[in-house]
């Protein structure tokens, strides 16, 4: 078992001293009542559940770090007459994210972001600026055509922050894997001593083992085909397939809640093509877009996605992946980079099965975003069509590495901008940078 398995652990309940004094936000108390027992060694079952707890509240600072105050201050920097009712309402419409820290609420790092999205309710920022112009227009040409295919090639790269001279140093970062849209994947260039993981790895990389290096560096191109279909239109075996309809502790699980959701979604429905589209139509038209903390610091994230209404696009796919399978719709997780002419950026969706077509896609956060804005057309391509601009690196949730890294991992679950490792020690956010540039991305 690596360390990063113990993430697998965290529906367990945690021992309601410490789990209290988590939320009360005496982070240091908790950590040291997880210290004392696992010092103790009296509970090995329960050591996994105590250790990723530990590293989440380690962390949990770096995702909330403002005060209410510091946070009020930001908005009022744009929004003068901002008021500490207006605040008040903007957390209890869920439009704010927060934690307790030692006593004391703490607003997290992109609450800003997240506050941009709504304008009617923060109509004193400096709106979201989203012009869909070129999407749209690479859309219906996909429509039009049947089909789109990309040639991208992209230059990623991640780097240490602190000293490593001498020191043993790890690195992977993701690559394009074999899937159903890729084809034609070549590594053009990279740091010396890069280990390609197999094409088909569930979280592909591209893996360096060195001494006192601390930036490294891959280019690679790819071909990326978008097929357009209507899920609605196709003709289905009355029988559908029974692969990927389980449960995967700890944020895929059938809980009552969402058993009780799926059945109230699809009831009357006998269709496994209509049963999905009642469900990508129930989280785009009522999930809402919400930057998230670290994915380690959510619990059960599709049944509190349904019971929050908030989500990024990671937990948008989770719950629809849920909600698939509780219904018998086989459904997984896909995952890697959305690409743009002007950039690429980390992004989630979801895979669905209808025999006998196969796989299908639905972009659930995308089609969230068309009804923010009105756009039904846009919305309802993203049930059943994507983009041919992505990047596909991942193709199944909370996959190891390839090698499993044995230090801590900043993301445990997902792996889209890669992962450093120094002296066997995992490096968190705050020591690491990365990016990823766009050099070419030509429609074919």
Request: aromatic share 10%.
């Amino acid at each position: 078992m690596t360390k990063n398995e113990a993430f697998l652990h965290l529906g367990d309940a945690l021992p309601t001293d410490i789990a209290r004094r988590r939320d009360m936000g005496d982070l240091e108390g908790a950590v040291r009542l997880i210290d004392q027992r696992l010092s103790g060694g009296k509970q090995p079952l329960l050591a996994p559940r105590l250790e990723a707890e530990r590293v989440r509240l380690e962390r949990l600072g770096h995702d909330y770090p403002f005060t209410r105050a510091e946070a009020v201050g930001q908005i009022r920097a744009e929004w003068p007459e901002f008021t500490e009712e207006q605040f008040d309402a903007l957390v209890d419409g869920g439009r704010i994210d927060w934690r307790m820290l030692g006593g004391e609420m703490h607003i997290h790092e992109r609450f800003l972001e997240s506050l941009r999205i709504y304008p009617r309710e923060a109509p004193g920022l400096r709106p979201e600026r989203a012009d869909h112009t070129e999407r749209d227009a690479m859309l219906a040409r996909m429509e039009r055509e049947g089909s789109l295919t990309a040639r991208i090639t992209l230059r990623a790269s991640i780097r240490a922050l602190v000293p490593v001279e001498g020191r043993a140093v790890q690195a992977w970062l993701p690559i394009p894997a074999a899937c159903p849209q890729q084809s034609g994947i070549q590594i053009l260039d990279a740091t010396p001593g890069g280990v390609p993981a197999p094409e088909d790895a569930p979280q592909r990389t591209i893996w360096w083992d060195t001494r006192g290096v601390s930036e490294f560096t891959v280019t690679y191109r790819y071909l990326h085909r978008a097929e357009y279909v209507n899920p609605l239109a196709l003709p289905l075996e009355p029988v559908q397939p029974a692969f990927d309809l389980e449960e995967q502790p700890p944020h895929i699980l059938f809980t009552p809640y969402l058993r009780a959701l799926a059945a109230r979604l699809t009831a009357g429905l006998t269709s496994p093509a209509e049963r999905a589209k009642a469900i990508y139509d129930y989280v785009t038209g009522q999930v809402d877009y919400r930057y998230q903390p670290a994915y380690l610091q959510l619990d059960c994230i599709a049944d509190q996605c349904a019971k929050t209404l908030r989500g990024d696009c990671g937990v948008f796919a989770l719950l629809f992946i849920t909600l698939c399978r509780i219904a018998g719709i086989p459904a997984r997780w896909q995952s890697g980079l959305s690409v743009r002419p002007d950039g690429a950026g980390p992004h989630d969706w979801a895979m669905f099965y209808l025999a006998p077509h196969g796989w299908l896609w639905a972009d659930c956060s995308f089609g969230s975003s068309a009804r923010r804005s009105g756009e039904d057309a846009r919305r309802a391509h993203y049930f059943g069509s994507l983009d041919p601009w992505r990047m596909v690196a991942n193709s199944a949730f909370q996959a190891p590495l390839t090698p499993p890294m044995t230090g801590w991992r900043q993301d445990p679950y997902d792996n889209q901008v890669g992962e450093l490792m120094v002296d066997g020690r995992g490096l968190d956010s705050t020591q690491r940078d990365w990016s990823q540039e766009v050099l070419e991305l030509e429609l074919l």
